[in-house]
């Protein structure tokens, strides 16, 4: 028993689950395009994800001293962009377009504007659309050399859908965090309140299931199966709380992508 909750800490803290999401997301993405088998543009999306997270999470902390950041960590985050690196040269130029924009919006992310000695991370109400839209663009566009298969305005409702997505799955964690988080971060609980940010979550993702009528050119049980995904991730929001542990967002919230693509594989092979 202790050695599984020691493996399932490291899973959590090394962000090989939010990793496996990221590209949970990008693969629902991909079988929506019915886009031809790329395993370099996979190991990229997961790759990249670990390497993202791992340096936004300890890059200052390594830097500061090596000791704080485990073996393993550093192990799994330079083993991650040794292949990352090999699997970005064996993807078409605008996807490697999309994988440098997201790089410097990490780098963007993390350090200070040197006149004001804020990052994008610590700027007021702006943390949740980055995060929101950087997953967008690893898990959705960068499967741009594909989205010709879609007429423009399929290939539009789907990228707004996909940020929807992400920025309602963000709202748990910034419940959760109320209470820690610098009152200069201005993030939605903070600046409307726990209820009206579960609303307006609520909101959007009933904004999202009208969107799927518009969407006429993907599979119905495909629509079934992400207005289910919307229920899923409409009650982890309702459930949300200051109190609830680490594991319900770490784990479940975030984990919510992974359900989607098992159920959207199981179902795709039934129907």
């Not at 689950?17 to 929506?32: N, Q, R, T």
């Not at 098992?262 to 179902?267: E, K, M, R, S, V």
Request: hydrophobic fraction near 55%; proline fraction near 2%; include cysteine.
């Amino acid at each position: 028993m202790k050695l599984l909750k020691t493996l399932y800490s490291f899973y959590l803290l090394s962000s090989l689950h939010v990793s496996f999401a990221v590209w949970a997301l990008y693969k629902v993405s991909f079988i929506y395009f019915n886009s031809t088998e790329n395993l370099y543009l996979d190991g990229l999306v997961f790759t990249s994800s670990v390497v993202g997270y791992n340096v936004i999470k300890y890059g200052s902390m390594f830097l500061k001293n090596k000791t704080l950041v485990s073996k393993e960590i550093i192990f799994i985050t330079f083993s991650s962009l040794l292949i990352g690196i090999w699997c970005f040269f064996y993807t078409h130029l605008l996807t490697q377009v999309v994988f440098i924009l997201s790089f410097i919006l990490v780098i963007f992310y993390i350090i200070p504007n040197p006149s004001s000695k804020i990052n994008l991370r610590n700027s007021n109400g702006v943390k949740i659309f980055l995060v929101a839209f950087s997953w967008t663009l690893v898990s959705y566009v960068s499967l741009t050399s594909q989205m010709n298969i879609l007429e423009f305005n399929q290939n539009v409702i789907l990228g707004i859908q996909r940020f929807i997505f992400v920025l309602v799955a963000t709202i748990p964690f910034e419940i959760r965090d109320i209470n820690i988080d610098d009152s200069e971060l201005g993030t939605l609980p903070q600046r409307f309140g726990v209820f009206k940010s579960k609303l307006l979550g609520i909101l959007l993702l009933t904004l999202n299931t009208c969107l799927l009528y518009f969407v006429i050119e993907i599979n119905l049980i495909f629509k079934i199966i992400e207005f289910f995904i919307y229920l899923v991730l409409g009650y982890a929001l309702l459930i949300s709380s200051t109190n609830k542990p680490l594991s319900f967002t770490r784990f479940w919230v975030e984990g919510i992508p992974i359900i989607w693509i098992f159920t959207l594989l199981i179902l795709n092979q039934i129907f």
